[in-house]
Nanobody
């Protein structure tokens, strides 16, 4: 599976950006999709995750109410709509996909280990 993420850029605090990540290849490996981010000098952290049907959606506490994850299965694409951006949202954002797993549904959706394929990352910079 190849993942191509795009949509990052420079935005002022309070602004919005929409990230997209298109998957190609084995679609049976894209049952669950997620976004992670890594700020300079920090570890990669979970942002949001979504399952195939979009019935199960999860967010990190830091982005709840501001970010929205969605997917278009016909296009094999996952999106991250980011509103009310803050300088602390500055990071490289990575999309990730993986197969169904009991662990994912049991609460491990925020673990990078649940995802087999990763995109190259797209930089989001929020200025104050």
């Amino acid at each position: 599976v190849q993942l191509q993420a795009y949509g990052g850029g420079l935005v002022q605090a309070g602004g919005s950006l929409r990230l997209s990540c298109a998957a190609s290849g084995r679609t049976d490996s894209t049952s669950v999709m997620a976004w992670f981010r890594q700020a300079p000098g920090k570890e990669r952290e979970f942002v949001a995750a979504i399952n195939w049907s979009s019935r199960d959606i999860y967010y990190a506490d830091s982005v709840k109410g501001r970010f929205t994850i969605s997917r278009d299965n016909a296009k094999n694409t996952v999106y991250l709509q980011m509103n009310s951006l803050k300088p602390e949202d500055t990071a490289v954002y990575y999309c990730a996909v993986g197969p169904y797993s009991f662990a994912w549904y049991s609460g491990s959706y925020s673990s990078a280990n649940e995802y087999d394929y990763w995109g190259q990352g797209t930089l989001v910079t929020v200025s104050s």
